[in-house]
């Protein structure tokens, strides 16, 4: 398929081993940019588990499950409100951390 636009595979190798430098460092850059500097010590801090995120998991599941089992019209006129969470909440550390 890439023959057909004129790459060649010693193009494509070449390419592919480009590509695989650029993101080594990346990949490097963000490692000392969360090392080096005061914001990204404090990214970091901020998408370490808690143990309050255990609770916010429940506090959230018992909230959804309520709002769906009574409809969104009731859930709204009721007085409970949504879980807050902080700056970076369980479920965004969990899709950090699995990423």
Sequence with gaps: MLSEIGFTEEARRLLHRLNAVLLVAASAYHVVYLAVTRRGRFQVMALVP?????????????????????????????????????RSSGHHRDEHHGA
């Design 50 to 86: 808690r143990f309050s995120d255990v609770r916010d998991a429940v506090v959230t599941m018992a909230y959804s499950l309520a709002a769906g089992a009574t409809g969104p019209s009731t859930a709204a006129s009721t007085t409970r409100r949504r879980p807050s969470t902080g």
